[in-house]
C-alpha cells in the first residue's frame, strides 16, 4: 500500500507539522521538567507546577516561535540534520503496510475523545446545571445543629459562614464554586461524618482553593491546554498540575489551622471505599472506566495524605532550575522536527 | 540535570537511527545520480545536456528517497562563486518542491504557461530568498512532477529544460 498522497501533503503541512512536533515537543519537555525536579529534589507543590505549565506553554508556542525566526526548519535539508526527524518514524509502514503515522493519529483521536468526554462535556453541562439550579432549585432547610456545626468550623478561617450552602445528600462531598460569588458546598453526610476538627481543616482546604482563584493559574492553564485539546502530554501535564493545586491548598489549609494531622486524618476519611466505585450496572469498558477512576482518585488522596507533615520548601532559587530546564527544552526541541 | 538532558539527546539521536534499520527508503544523499536513481525506484529520470557556462559538473549535491513519496534533488553549483545556482527536483508528489526547494522563489514577477517540447509548463520569474534574480519551469511528465529552479534569466533555464527532454 502506498502512504496516500494527502497524508504526506499534511505532515509537511504547517499545521501537520504543528501537530507532531507539539506531541514531541511536549514529551521532550516533559521528560526533561521531571529530570530538573528530581534533579533539584524540588517538592514545593507550587514550584512543580510552574513546571507543568511550562511544558504546556512551551507545547503551544514552541514550534510558530522556531517557524517564525527559521522558516526552513521544516524542509528536507534540516530534517536531513536534525536530532530527531518525525517523518522517518511516521512513514514507516508496519502490519500489512500501514504507516505508523496512523497510530500516532489514533492516540491522538484517543486523546481528543477523552478531552471531550472528561473534561469539555463536564464542565458544558456543569455550566448548564448551575444555570438551571438558580433559577429551579428550592432551598434545603438545614438543621440548626448542622449549621452551627459549620458555622464553629469556620470560626477563624477567613471565610463567610453565609457563603457556605449545605446540601441534602448522604455522601461525603465537598467542593468549592470560584468567580465573582464564590461558595463552598458541604453536604450532610460529611458534616455528619466529620467532628468539628476534621470539618474545620476540610472547609479550609477549600477556602483555599477560592483564595487561589484570585490568581486563576488553573484557568490560564486550562485555557492553554483546551488549545492543545489533541495533545495527550498537555493532558497529562494539566492533570498533575490540578493535582499539585489541591497539595498547595493543603498547604494553605495548614498554615490557616496549624493542624496537619487533623487534615491528613480527613482526606484519609475522603478515601473511596472500592464498592463506591462498583456500579453492577458498569460491564466492560465502563467497569474498566470506573476502575481506573477509583484508583487516580485514591492514588492522589494517597499522596495528599502521605506528603503532610513533610517540609516541602524550596530553596529561594527555586526560578533557577526552572529557567534551565527551560533553556535545555528549547535548545534541544530546536532539532527535534 | 545537564548528565539526564546529555541522556534524552543521546536518546533521540539513537529514535533517529533506528527508522533506517527498519526501513531504508527515506531521503539519504548519495555521490551520483545513477546510485540515486537505484534508490529512488525513479525509472525516467531527466539529465540535462545543456549545462550554461559556468555550471560545474557532476552535481555538487544529490539526495533522494522512496518514502512517502519517490524523489530525487540534483544540485548544480557556479564554478566561481561556488554557491548552487541550478536546482532540479523530480518526484512524485506535487508537494515534493516545497520540502526540497533549498532556494525559494520569494518574489514572483511573472507567472505563464510555457509550451516546453509539447508539453505545457509553468515559467515563473522573480527573486529568489537568496537575494538573486531567478526562473522556474515546473511540468508533468506521466506521473513525475519536475522542477527546474536557476539562478538566472529564463532564457537559459528554457534551454537547460529543453536539453533534459528528448
Known amino acids: 500500500m502506498d502512504i496516500p498522497m494527502h497524508m504526506t501533503t499534511f505532515i509537511t503541512s504547517y499545521w501537520g507539522m504543528y501537530i507532531a512536533q507539539s506531541v514531541i515537543h511536549s514529551i521532550i519537555a516533559s521528560v526533561i521538567a521531571e529530570c530538573a525536579i528530581l534533579a533539584w529534589t524540588i517538592g514545593s507543590p507550587q514550584v512543580k507546577q510552574s513546571f507543568r505549565l511550562m511544558v504546556i506553554v512551551l507545547s503551544l508556542v514552541s514550534f510558530p516561535i522556531y517557524q517564525f525566526f527559521v522558516p526552513r526548519r521544516g524542509d528536507v535539508y534540516f530534517r536531513l540534520s536534525s536530532l530527531l526527524d518525525s517523518n522517518r518514524w511516521f512513514f514507516i509502514e508496519r502490519w500489512g503496510s500501514m504507516p505508523i503515522f496512523i497510530v500516532f493519529t489514533a492516540i491522538l483521536a484517543i486523546t481528543v475523545i477523552i478531552f471531550i468526554i472528561q473534561e469539555l462535556f463536564p464542565i458544558l453541562s456543569d455550566l448548564l446545571r448551575q444555570m438551571r439550579a438558580t433559577t429551579q432549585s428550592a432551598p434545603y432547610e438545614v438543621d440548626s445543629e448542622i449549621r452551627n456545626k459549620v458555622a464553629e468550623a469556620l470560626d477563624g478561617l477567613p471565610f463567610d459562614d453565609r457563603l457556605v450552602e449545605i446540601f441534602d445528600d448522604d455522601d461525603l462531598a465537598l467542593f468549592s464554586s470560584t468567580g465573582l460569588k464564590p461558595m463552598i458546598y458541604v453536604s450532610t453526610g460529611l458534616i455528619s461524618s466529620f467532628s468539628t476538627e476534621h470539618l474545620q481543616v476540610a472547609l479550609a482546604h477549600e477556602v483555599a482553593h477560592i483564595q487561589r482563584s484570585r490568581k486563576p493559574l488553573l484557568i490560564f492553564a486550562y485555557l492553554l491546554r483546551v488549545l492543545l485539546f489533541f495533545n495527550p502530554v498537555a493532558m497529562i501535564e494539566f492533570r498533575r498540575l490540578a493535582h499539585e493545586e489541591e497539595k498547595v491548598c493543603d498547604d494553605i489549609a495548614i498554615e490557616l489551622t496549624g493542624k496537619p494531622d487533623t487534615l491528613s486524618e480527613a482526606i484519609e476519611m475522603l478515601r473511596p471505599a472500592p464498592e463506591d466505585y462498583e456500579d453492577p450496572g458498569h460491564r466492560g469498558a465502563e467497569r474498566l472506566v470506573s476502575s481506573i477512576e477509583y484508583h487516580s482518585h485514591d492514588l492522589l488522596l494517597r499522596s495528599r495524605a502521605a506528603r503532610i507533615g513533610r517540609p516541602t520548601q524550596d530553596g529561594p532559587f527555586w526560578g533557577v532550575p526552572i529557567i534551565v530546564a527551560m533553556a535545555l527544552i528549547i535548545c534541544i526541541n530546536y532539532f527535534v522536527v | ?166
Open chain 2, 1 to 166: 540535570m545537564l548528565l539526564a538532558s546529555a541522556g534524552v539527546v543521546a536518546l533521540l539521536a539513537a529514535l533517529n537511527w533506528v527508522p533506517s534499520l527498519m526501513q531504508k527508503d527515506f531521503v539519504k544523499q548519495y555521490n551520483s545520480i545513477d546510485e540515486a536513481k537505484r534508490f529512488s525506484g525513479i525509472t525516467t529520470v531527466l539529465i540535462p545536456t545543456y549545462f550554461p557556462e559556468g555550471i560545474s559538473w557532476p552535481a555538487s549535491f544529490i539526495v533522494a528517497q522512496k518514502r512517502p513519496y519517490q524523489a530525487l534533488v540534483t544540485e548544480f553549483r557556479e564554478t566561481a562563486s561556488g554557491k548552487t545556482s541550478l536546482i532540479i527536483i523530480q518526484s512524485s508528489s506535487p508537494d515534493a518542491e516545497k520540502q526540497f526547494q533549498r532556494i525559494r522563489i520569494s518574489e514572483i514577477k511573472e507567472e505563464t504557461e510555457f509550451p516546453l517540447k509539447g508539453r505545457s509548463a509553468t515559467l515563473r520569474t522573480g527573486t529568489c530568498d537568496n537575494g538573486m534574480s531567478c526562473s522556474s519551469l515546473m511540468w508533468q511528465e506521466g506521473s513525475i512532477y519536475h522542477s527546474v529552479l536557476f539562478m538566472s534569466s529564463p532564457f537559459e533555464l528554457i534551454k537547460v529544460s529543453e536539453s533534459m527532454i528528448r
